[in-house]
């Protein structure tokens, strides 16, 4: 639905640390499944673990975020100059299984709560359907 370039255009963050390369679905002010492939050529495998390369949990929940504030950017049409969504709290995060490369990540976001420039989502990632984590973002902007 939207390629890497319509990410960059609405979400502030660059290569090595952009953790989205397409949109699947968007339904404005609702929701947004997106999609990572998870590659070996990534720098945190050279660390974690070597010899059993795993994506860390708090990749995923950077993952969880970036989506979500693409979520929100994209709903109000595009990004305000000097707007940044910021992850403020992360609640009732779980992880079942480990993310692994070669595996594509698939996290919907659902928007569950909208007050005056704060959000609070629902996250699930998924790697073939299979639950991978969940959890609860919240999100507060400010002026970058």
């Known amino acids: 639905m939207f ?7 609405n979400v502030p963050h660059r290569f090595p640390f952009l953790l989205i390369d397409r949109v699947l679905d968007f339904k404005p002010n609702e929701s947004v499944v997106t999609l990572k492939n998870v590659s070996i050529n990534e720098g ?3 660390g974690h673990f070597p010899g059993k390369p795993i994506l860390p949990g708090v990749y ?4 969880m975020a970036q989506s979500g504030a693409f979520l929100m950017i ?3 049409d595009g990004p305000a100059d000097d707007t940044v969504y910021y992850l403020g709290k992360v609640n009732k995060m779980v992880f079942k299984k480990p993310v692994l ?3 594509q990540l698939k996290t919907t976001i659902t928007m569950e ?3 005056a420039g704060s959000a609070i989502v629902s996250a699930v990632s998924r790697v073939d359907e299979q639950l991978v ?9 400010g002026k970058g």
């Open 44 to 46: 945190q495998f050279q």
């Open 101 to 103: 490369p070669g595996d």
């Open 60 to 63: 995923i929940i950077e993952n």
């Open 113 to 115: 709560k909208q007050i």
């Open 3 to 9: 390629d890497i370039e319509e990410i960059m255009r």
């Open 74 to 76: 994209k709903s109000s």
């Open 133 to 141: 984590a969940k959890g609860e973002l919240m999100f507060a902007s």
